[in-house]
């Protein structure tokens, strides 16, 4: 297992406490290390502050636990849904962060009603349909993911332009090349889900943006030719 | 008196601040020595960046003070009446933090939204009824308390599996089995009121989660057969 | 004049950007020492992080500048005339805080939703008329305090009783026994401001407390027989 | 190129965290030095917090790069025709500060609800108009900075007197005589727009205040007899 990624997952699980993201021990990150199929994930209600590389679980991606001495976060089947049907992603981030969870919570989609979010999302946010009860009953956490990668494919939606999505009842999951990146979405969600809020306050009509915005948007700094930030 | 529970207080008093809870010192945690007896509660008026475990003030049950030179909490026969009624429980903490303190001033119930809430309070968070200008000139602190117990036994509530209420006019109450949970409890009604009032500005019929994921979350934490945490 | 009162002053101006309550240079704090008739208080436009005693400009109540290298706060008339009037108030506060600054500006009074308004604010906290084109072309400061003291009496509101104002069209003040009473209701007044903004999402209809419990939270704080804090 | 004015562009980029403004890298600062017509922005795309002196790309007026190693700011020729139009102003602050952003997303102008926004905006503060998709495809951030001036000259306003403006589907800019005037114009802003959202919640009409009252704050901060501040 690659030991800069489990650093990077550390270092991604504690900048949520840092970037207001969570309460209590409300998410956590996972890396993937697509060399060996491994994934690096934090441990069940651990607090974030007392987290080291040490502490972190390794469990391959049929979920058996192949190192650490804690038990896996209780969202692991979730993120190994991911990995195993998303090839492109290397890291999923989970939070209860207030105002995506709030979308989620009323089953609203969060459409691109401004740059910020065409800069992070291409286009609205979706809401993963409710579990059923047999499937709550049932391996939920598993479920969950399904459900996930069911919502994509529906939309025909490319995991790293859409890298986000709004579990009905619960809330979001946003994922990326890396852990920086997974977070990064994580936080742009929290805030585009802010600014929403009150857009619709201002506004209730406000709905998504001119098509030639998004895309310009989208190109600018995720196209072939983007010429946002320095080109790493 | 068990030293190790007084500086258990302490330092849930004082992450009452550190968790945005309070404001000035409008807040105060207690905790019980089941096997003495002896509640070690909060002074009034005191900081919390002050306070040690020498300013704590011990009483007993019957509202006694038995160690301590200043005067406690003028809620604590608020405190005494749910450890007498509640016997599970081994802490409570008093807040006005904003969010749930609007539900209380509003006297709205606090639904079960989504799963956030889920894992802390079985359904909704229910409101104690107002007092009556005789209770309020009498023993104003007893009778809130008389007022929570009574709210729980009326809705067949077990004091751990809804370990909060809702004060109308007034403010929150929660509890637990330590002034950790207790705490946390606070922390996460804070988050389930500010959490329902984006989802109900988005979603005005956003209405409790179905009782399959209601009950799904309860157990996966606090079940016989939980799995969310260490098994602490 | 009192130097201790200088230092009081210049801690509480300090503490209004701590709390949270004042954004760039949008607020200011004075005390009075009674003995002297002399009034200390924050220069125009200094920033907070360097204000020393040293900073303070002295004024007498006529608002003759009686030491201090600085031009004192533009609302120091404003201050004066309070002082003049309310003879019982040791300090004035002044801020542009977000929420009470709201119903300022939408000249709504702030109502006692619950009793963490009524441990502060004995009823409703008064909106201050408009001034006239003659008043703000005038001496415009003055004309501002002018038309507090006027609203006071008008309500036969004792300033001890109701330490707080909002001033239509700009913001509040505050005042108190000491600049720490004062500073005091300010942070008050913000929070029941919050607080009221989302009851009202929650509970359209929500109007004052029953005046038996606005009266209990007075007196158990307030009142000859007080028992909140220790008794200083 | 003058090397105050660099280190005072660097101090406002990392002003704009310390101060809440901005998420991720969503924002920047530049200055010109009139002298030599040289424009120093923060480059594209870097962390805030390892930001210096070194770092800044210096531009001329035309958009050449003549000093520094990195990409500037994607929206470098925004600012750009921001000062080869608005000859007053010194230096140029982007952000999405959400609450702004929100008005920018709703397409609502700001008007003046209080002597808060008296103080840093004489009047409302306007939405320059979406782009079209010719403008989009075509120079962008160009067209972007054209649309703003546009807006201004259409209502006759005053760069300084007028020191922002809302972008439609975006964000703000906002603008002053040297970064600190430019970064607490941003800061204003979003404050200003935090209060408005509050003041319509709690009442829809309030609409701008008395001329009377906005001359007066205007005035008596910005103009010939100004007597806020210490006359600096």
Redesign the interface.
């Known amino acids: 297992m690659n030991q800069e990624l489990k650093q990077q997952v550390v270092d991604a699980n504690m900048a949520l406490v840092s970037s207001g993201l969570v309460?209590?021990t409300?998410g956590n990150v996972s890396g993937i290390d697509r060399a060996s199929g491994l994934v690096a994930i934090k441990?069940?209600?651990?607090d974030y502050a007392e987290l080291t590389v040490d502490h972190l679980v390794v469990v391959n991606l049929a979920g058996d636990v192949v190192d650490g001495d804690?038990?896996p976060s209780?969202d692991t089947k979730t993120h190994l849904e991911l990995y195993r049907n998303f090839s492109e992603i290397g890291a999923v981030v989970h939070t209860?962060s207030?105002?995506a969870?709030?979308?989620?919570?009323?089953?609203?989609g969060l459409p691109c009603?401004?740059?910020?979010h065409a800069?992070h999302f291409f286009g609205e946010v979706p809401v993963a349909r409710?579990?059923t009860?047999e499937e709550?009953?049932g391996d939920?956490e598993h479920a969950t993911g399904v459900s996930i990668v069911e919502r994509l494919r529906e939309l025909e939606l490319n995991p790293l332009e859409m890298p986000a999505i709004l579990l009905k009842?619960?809330?979001p999951f946003t994922w990326g090349k890396t852990p920086q990146y997974a977070l990064?979405n994580s936080?742009?969600l929290e805030?585009c889900a802010?600014?929403?809020?009150?857009?619709?306050?201002?506004?209730p009509d406000?709905r998504r943006?001119?098509s030639?915005?998004l895309n310009?948007h989208h190109e600018?700094k995720h196209g072939a030719a983007a010429?946002?930030?320095?080109?790493?």
């Open positions: 309460t209590l409300w441990p069940s209600g651990v804690l038990r209780s209860h207030p105002c969870t709030a979308f989620s919570q009323a089953g609203v009603l401004g740059t910020t800069d409710a579990l009860p709550v009953v939920y009842h619960h809330a990064d936080i742009a805030m802010k600014m929403a809020l009150m857009t619709w306050q201002l506004n406000a943006i001119p030639h915005i310009k600018r010429y946002y930030g320095q080109g790493k």
